[in-house]
Nanobody
Framework: QVQLVESGGGSVQAGGSLRLSCEDS????????MGWFRQAPGKEREGVAT???????????DYADSLKGRFTISLDNAKSTLYLQMNSLRPEDTAVYYC????????????????????WGQGTQVTVSS
C-alpha cells in the first residue's frame, strides 16, 4: 500500500524559507512521477513542481512557471523522501501543500498540470505572514 506523509510546514514571515518533506513507502513502480501541489482557501488545487523518476533517480523536473527560481524539488533516494525547498516566500504562497505520486504510463504526463495522481498525502499547512 502506497503511503505519503508530508512534514515541514509552518508559519514564516515573508522573505523566509521552508523545506517540505514527503516520505513515501510502498512504492513498487520503477518509473513514476512525484509532485507537489498546493491549495489556498477558496482556490483550486494547483501544481507546484513534479519529478519524473526512474529507479529512484531524478530524470526530469518541471515547475509551474510562476514559481520557477523560488522553489526547488528534489529526491533523496536513500531516505525515500521528496523535498520542496521554498525560498523568498510570499503571503500568496500560503496554502496546504500536498505531495502525490503516480506510475508513468503513455496516458500519464508528468508535469505540474497533471491532476490524476492516484496517491496523495494528507497535506501540510504553510502560512506566510507579511
Amino acid at each position: 500500500q502506497v503511503q505519503l506523509v508530508e512534514s515541514g510546514g509552518g508559519s514564516v514571515q515573508a522573505g523566509g524559507s521552508l523545506r517540505l518533506s514527503c516520505e513515501d513507502s510502498g512504492l513498487t513502480f520503477s518509473s513514476y512521477c512525484m509532485g507537489w501541489f498546493r491549495q489556498a482557501p477558496g482556490k483550486e488545487r494547483e501544481g507546484v513542481a513534479t519529478i519524473y523518476t526512474r529507479d529512484r533517480y531524478l530524470y526530469y523536473a518541471d515547475y509551474a512557471d510562476s514559481l520557477k527560481g523560488r522553489f526547488t524539488i528534489s529526491l533523496d533516494n536513500a531516505k525515500s523522501t521528496l523535498y520542496l525547498q521554498m525560498n523568498s516566500l510570499r503571503p500568496e504562497d500560503t496554502a496546504v501543500y500536498y505531495c502525490a505520486v503516480g506510475p508513468i504510463s503513455p496516458t500519464f504526463a508528468c508535469r505540474p498540470s497533471q491532476r490524476d495522481f492516484p496517491y496523495w498525502g494528507q497535506g501540510t499547512q504553510v502560512t506566510v505572514s507579511s
